[in-house]
């Protein structure tokens, strides 16, 4: 769990077609790095779903804030920096 003033997200979705197969993800960010303002982001680590008889281990960060139209709330994208299959 965060610790008190931090927050994570979760986070979904489909890699790219490679190799005639795909892989499936999901997963929850760590706390929030850089404070809570409008410059913090998160960082991740996470297994793929088993496809093709393998799995990939995938980790980045995301963007900072996206405000979210209309509301308090934001959102933020997902940059993977690392691909390893295991």
Not at 2 to 10: A, E, F, I, L
């Amino acid at each position: 769990m965060p610790g008190v003033g931090t927050h994570r997200h979760t986070f979904n979705g489909i890699t790219q077609i490679a190799d005639g197969h795909r892989h499936r993800y999901s997963g929850i960010t760590g706390p929030a790095i850089n404070g809570q303002g409008p410059r913090h982001f998160h960082r991740f680590r996470q297994l793929t779903r088993f496809a093709d008889g393998h799995r990939h281990l995938i980790s980045g960060r995301t963007s900072v804030p996206i405000r979210v139209s209309g509301t308090r709330l934001h959102r933020h994208d997902i940059i993977i920096e690392s691909i390893k299959r295991v």
